[in-house]
């Protein structure tokens, strides 16, 4: 079945510690997203990629970083610039030109 | 003014009711209308998808879109406890971050037994 693989689902982070939360597609979609939700905020748009080697800031880029070196695949690094990571994290993808975005089951990070 | 404005809710309703779900927004230039159900800890899993104005019907759900007042709706027939969860209005146009999308804060539905 294709879909989208977000691991871990649950991650911990001590003080000045960097992490990196996994999205696998099988899907064959050339665009995928990170997003950050937060109780009462909604989802928020972290980084996004169109293609390949390429991808752009979102809305809260800071303290954040992604690669985006196979088309299936958008790892997401938390930073220990990141003063408030504690949320929980979805990655999305679609094909692109205004398709519905499909999302994995999400990475909760806490602070330990 | 944020761009999508959803009421949070709670809204609690018993099962067999319908359900009425709305968004307002701002921005007149989104074209891609979706509704998204989340359960607990769990990701958000589309269930209907509008491009532009009109009604979309799939089984109990009905999207609208009425691009002249910035509103879109999802109504719910013979609502069941398992619809229980939130619903999430997201929407999207073509920009300078493709076509991320703009999400509602959702709205958490409860049905009784």
């Known amino acids: 079945d294709g879909g989208i693989t977000q691991s871990p689902k649950y991650l911990f982070r001590k003080e000045g510690q960097n992490v990196t939360l996994s999205c696998e597609q099988n899907l064959n979609h050339d665009a995928m997203y990170w997003y950050r939700q937060d109780p009462g905020q909604g989802l928020r748009l972290i980084y996004y990629s169109q293609i390949v080697n390429d991808f752009q800031k979102g809305d809260i880029a800071e303290g954040y970083s992604v690669s985006r070196e196979k088309k299936e695949s958008f790892p997401l690094t938390v930073t220990s610039a990141q003063k408030n990571p504690t949320a929980f994290y979805l990655c999305?993808?679609?094909?692109?030109?205004?398709?519905?975005?499909?999302f994995g089951d999400g990475t909760r990070l806490s602070i330990l | 003014q944020k761009e999508v404005e959803q009421d949070p809710g709670p809204l609690s309703v018993p099962e067999g009711a319908i359900v009425s779900l709305n968004c307002t927004y701002s921005n007149s230039a989104f074209q891609y209308f979706m509704w998204y159900r989340q359960y607990s800890r769990k990701g958000p899993e589309l269930l209907m998808y509008?491009?532009?104005?009109g009604n979309k019907e799939d089984g109990r759900f009905t999207a609208q879109v009425d691009k002249s007042s910035k509103y879109i709706s999802l109504f719910i027939r013979d609502s069941q406890p398992s619809d229980s969860a939130t619903y999430l209005c997201a929407m999207s146009a073509r920009s300078n971050s493709g076509y991320a999308l703009n999400f509602g804060k959702g709205t958490s539905l409860l049905v009784t037994p």
């Open positions: 509008t491009y532009s104005s």
């Open positions: 999305a993808s679609t094909l692109n030109r205004g398709q519905p975005q499909h």
